[in-house]
């Protein structure tokens, strides 16, 4: 088989789930001569540890760069512990904090120990920025600065907005896209991966890279991925995620919830199950012939396959069908006496309940994990704090990864 036709077959391998590439004619080229001179690709995604874990909205375009691993490329895991320093302001409404050295650090070995779920970590190099951007000096950092004006910056649509509503723009955020696109020159990266709303950052770096006399990189977007609740894109903050360190049962049952909307996105980005079969199973269900549920049942199952094994996959189904379908106590459920003047006529405040477990030991904390979605009774999520639940004997209550625990009523 000619490098060419190989180098083409690469390129539909990768377009699986991409939203867009710049371009698939420029891969192929980057991926022809790869297999005529035998250099891989220099893969690059970047991450900023403001945060210490990662959820299968991070695994998006972690997954598209194991692929590339597969494909016998060099993929750089670059932790972006001087940018983080500074802080994406992609997306956001006002300045992000800025963290502390030490806050970085921590949360990007945590990072690093979690993403060996996904990539091959033979094959994996990390980088840190901080290597070569600490070393920039003022008069480096002023040519770099100059090749972009304030009306390329305020092209992006949160700088737009910002300034339209007089909230401040910090100068600060204008270096953020700048010393991203560096780190492209820094790394003479071939690909650079990111979510939709990275774009603007990634065609900076393809713009630097011409200005340092580079060939430029090939940008890939990925979709974002929408959370639990089928509305906003997967957030710890939001309570609408799934951790990749989360236990079976607890990543089974989030999957359940996922709207049925969303099931044939969540197997394409999360799942190595081909698109035919995805689009049987589409079919199949539009037909009558395979139920929703087990639609969705299948999606858990492998979402937990990838993290925790075959053995604990089909433990945790089990789990869920007694739990939630056969509606029978789970292994393990605490038991919780509510006594008669703790409730009136079974009725009783829900953040007074969750108290009572000592999980949430204030009334905020309460209100917190009702707020995130990681409260249930007897299979209603709870999603008021304010709430007056009716209360039964035999009740099941879930407070997120923290258990089960059995109402008993006098």
């Known amino acids: 088989m000619g490098e060419k036709t190989q180098a083409a077959k690469d390129v539909e391998i990768l377009l699986r789930g991409v939203e867009e590439m710049i371009s698939p004619q420029e891969l192929e080229t980057k991926i022809t001569r790869f297999y005529r001179e035998g250099k891989p690709l220099v893969v690059k995604e970047g991450f900023d540890p403001s945060a210490p874990d990662i959820h299968l909205g991070h695994t998006v375009t972690l997954r598209k760069l194991r692929q590339f691993q597969d494909l016998g490329h060099e993929v750089v895991f670059l932790i972006g512990d001087f940018t983080g320093r500074i802080g994406d302001p992609t997306g956001k409404k006002e300045s992000r904090r800025q963290l502390s050295e030490d806050e970085v650090l921590r949360n990007a070995r945590t990072y690093a120990e979690q993403v060996n779920h996904i990539l ?41 907005e910002r300034i339209k509503t007089g909230k401040p723009v910090g100068l600060h955020e204008f270096l953020y896209p700048i010393m991203q696109a560096y780190d492209s020159v820094a790394l003479r990266a071939d690909v650079e991966l990111g979510g939709t709303d990275q774009r603007f950052n990634l065609l900076m770096g393809r713009d630097m890279q011409r200005d340092f006399g580079q060939e430029p990189q090939v940008v890939i977007l990925m979709p974002l991925l929408e ?31 996922v709207p049925d909307v969303l099931i044939e996105k969540y197997f394409l980005l999360l799942t190595d199950v081909p698109e035919g079969e995805i689009r049987k199973m589409k079919e199949e269900t539009e037909k009558g012939i395979l139920h929703p549920r087990e639609w969705k049942k299948r999606l858990a199952f492998t979402i937990v396959n990838v993290y925790h094994g075959e053995e604990k996959a089909q ?96």
């Open 120 to 160: 091959d970590p033979e094959k994996t190099r990390v980088e840190f920025n901080s290597s070569w951007l600490k070393g920039i000096t003022l008069a480096e950092l002023t040519v770099m600065m100059s090749r972009f004006t304030v009306a390329r910056m305020v092209e992006r649509e949160d700088f737009g």
């Open 227 to 257: 959370g639990t609740d089928g509305l906003e894109k997967m957030s710890k903050s939001l309570g609408n995620y799934i951790g990749v360190n989360e236990p079976p049962f607890e990543m089974f049952h989030k999957a359940m919830t």
């Open 315 to 410: 433990q945790a189904d089990q789990d869920f069908e007694r739990a939630f379908v056969r509606e029978e106590t789970p292994e393990g459920a605490r038991k919780l006496v509510i006594e008669a003047s703790q409730h009136t006529n079974g009725k009783m405040w829900i953040v007074k309940l969750l108290k009572m477990t000592g999980v949430p030991t204030s009334n905020s904390e309460a209100r917190r994990l009702i707020q995130q979605g990681g409260v249930s009774l007897s299979n209603q999520r709870i999603s008021d704090p304010d709430l007056e639940v009716n209360i039964q004997d035999g009740d099941l209550l879930r407070i997120g990864k923290r258990g089960f625990f059995q109402l008993f009523i006098q």
